[in-house]
């Protein structure tokens, strides 16, 4: 069961699907050869080193690494989780997801909702084009009718049952629910949204969860925003990043703002890699969510006090999660500017080169940390020296966490005790660290015979079937023979299963990375196009190997100790000591 969705599904889903068709709907793919070639969408590069083997229903780039099915590639590169990613799969091709009994009732119940929403945000939209003010308020902050399409930008009337009268009786109930309509005490059901500007705030897959609306007129609050629902967590969300994750992927940086404004104001000047937080401070769970886009964080916010406290709470957010090959960096605007009116009066070439200089997460923290102390005095040294190791050490081991406390030691002038590292709890792989080439030595080892073997079964998996030495798979033994062994039962079963489908049988396995090497791995050279039927000898071949091999050493161990004299024959009925 992998997110509660039965695996027998997900199989069924792989073979309805073909991972060019995929693909090539998201960036454009050149025939090479059996294979398809195309740019990497997850590094720069030139030169295309991305292939997707239609043949595997597997993607590889020789590039940066990366590899995976059809559902690994959606989930990356939309920035969805595994079910969202099968969901969206399984519409593609018709499919219904089916799930557990008590997680089906949620999912049903959720569909409504999703509905009801963008039947809201369908009827801002439409009111925009009637109320004047609306568009000349846009007008005047210099956005396109193209923009506020792109971002679905709408108006919500200034009466106080719109809604309640456009909808039936059972969905203004479930609308309070959504925290779209309000009943006061005396049982009045009424908008919450009044003459405002709406801006519709999505998921990762589109869907409209809740809204923002800024006011026309004067009043207060200026900015509204939905409430906390069953389809909208405040702390989770990001507002535009449905919108900016394509451009974010290409640029490797997302710029995080501090209003929706500010993300369309950006978006309209061709700065389309920005998001806003909804009203709340940065958290753990934005952050988590930012760095499985991109590698690089740009926290851009106003230099008054709030804005700095802002930032502040971001950086605290952002350090455990800052481990090696991430990072962050804090730009400060002028005084009296935000994004919105900084790119208006400076251009967006202006305003890119101000987030390059940005400064760097370390340098923040320092910095901010210094700004009350005096660094000339031995009594200041040391109070940044306390005030900064704890947070030092929030930091993920590695170099980043390293090279940040070698920054303190240079401040305060002398060398500290080195931050404290975890123990590594990692499991054990299947596979060593570095790339796999999977290629057999003139004196093999069981190991390395078992993981050859395991690569030609994932990359060509009908071989299974002709596998006639199969001691291991009856006899299994070690971790490495024990995966062999349900991989290789895993293809018999399934005569059809391509690459992709046996991976995502082991996508909650321990092992699943180390499988996704292994399925990627050179063999040897030309092996790429090797034949099945050679493919077939030589696994077979490779299963006497081992047997032998484990003849060889059952023989040694029981020979070792009658070397060394801690055996002795007996005969039968005697015991050790002869009596």
């Known amino acids: 069961m992998a997110g509660r969705i039965p695996q027998a599904f ?98 049903d119940s959720r569909k409504p909702l999703y509905a009801l929403m963008q039947r809201c945000a369908d009827y801002y939209y439409t009111q925009l084009k009637a109320s004047e003010t609306a568009i000349n308020y846009l007008k005047k902050r210099e956005l396109s009718g193209e923009t506020a399409k792109k971002f679905g930008i709408g ?27 309000i009943r006061n005490d005396a049982g009045r059901v009424y908008d919450r949204f009044r003459d405002r500007v709406m801006f519709p705030i999505r998921d990762r897959r589109g869907r409209v969860i809740a809204f923002g609306g800024r006011i026309l007129e004067q009043g207060e609050p200026k ?61 753990s769970a934005h952050i988590e969510t ?58 967006r070439a202006t305003f890119e080169e101000f987030i390059r200089k940005a400064n760097t997460a370390t340098d923040f923290l320092l910095a901010h940390l210094s700004e009350d102390l005096n660094l000339d005095e031995v009594g200041g040294r040391a109070r940044l020296a306390q005030l900064a190791k704890p947070l030092i050490e929030s930091l993920p081991d590695g170099v980043y966490k390293q090279l940040t406390h070698q920054e303190l030691e240079q401040r305060i002038g002398m060398a500290l005790q080195q931050p404290t590292t975890s123990p590594e709890t990692a499991a054990p792989s299947l596979v060593p660290q570095q790339a ?7 004196h093999p080892t069981k190991a390395s015979l078992l993981r050859r ?48 489908g046996v991976l995502e049988n082991f ?28 493919a077939e000898q030589e696994l077979n071949d490779i299963m006497t190997k081992i047997q032998q091999l484990s003849s060889k050493t059952d023989s040694q161990l029981v020979a070792a100790p009658l070397r060394k004299g801690l055996l002795s024959i007996r005969k039968p009925g005697t015991n050790p000591d002869g009596a």
């Not at 998201?26 to 025939?31: A, I, Q, Y």
């Not at 069953?230 to 702390?235: A, D, I, N, Q």
């Not at 350090?319 to 090696?324: E, M, V």
């Not at 009856?474 to 991989?487: D, I, K, T, Y």
Request: contains cysteine.
């Open 453 to 500: 073997a395991l690569a030609l079964v994932l990359q060509k998996p009908s071989i299974a079937t002709s596998l006639t030495n199969d001691v291991i798979v009856r006899n299994a033994n070690s971790v490495g023979e024990l995966m062999f062994s349900q991989v290789v039962t895993l293809c018999r079963e399934n005569p059809h299963i391509s690459t992709a």
């Open 10 to 107: 997900i199989d069924e889903l792989l073979s309805r699907i073909d991972i060019v068709d995929v693909i090539s709907a998201r960036l454009p793919l050149k025939k090479s050869g059996s294979n398809y070639a195309a740019r990497c969408p997850f590094h720069n590069e030139k030169t295309p080193s991305f292939t997707v083997s239609q043949s595997k229903q597997f993607y590889h780039c020789f590039g940066c690494q990366e590899h995976g099915t059809a559902i690994s590639f959606v989930m990356h590169y939309d920035n969805l989780h595994f079910v969202d990613a099968v969901e969206m799969l399984a519409e593609s091709v018709g499919l219904d997801v089916p799930r557990e009994q008590a997680d089906q009732k949620r999912v």
């Open 290 to 347: 930012l760095f499985r886009i991109v590698p690089n964080i740009v926290f851009c916010f106003d230099a008054d006090r709030a804005g700095r406290e802002a930032a502040w709470r971001a950086l605290k957010a952002t350090l455990p999660a800052l481990q090696d090959g991430r990072d962050a960096h804090f730009a400060f605007l002028p005084n009296g500017e935000d994004p919105d009116s900084f790119i208006a009066s400076k251009g």
């Open 507 to 534: 996508r909650t396995s321990p092992h699943f990375k180390g499988l996704g090497k292994l399925a990627t791995s050179q063999l040897m050279p030309g092996d790429r196009d090797m034949a099945e039927e050679t």
């Open 436 to 442: 796999v080439r999977t290629t057999v030595s003139s």
């Open 223 to 283: 900015y509204l925003n939905s409430p906390e629902t069953p389809l909208f967590r405040k702390g989770e969300e990001l507002y535009g990043l449905f919108e900016a994750r394509r451009s974010a992927q290409d640029q490797g940086t997302i710029v995080v703002v501090e209003g929706y404004m500010d993300v369309v104001s950006l978006s309209q000047h061709g700065v389309e890699n920005c998001v806003a937080t909804l009203g709340t401070a940065t958290t």
């Open 155 to 181: 108006y919500a009337p200034s009466g106080w049952q719109n809604l309640d009268t456009l909808f039936s009786a059972r969905d203004t109930e479930t609308l309070q629910k959504l925290g779209m309509l």
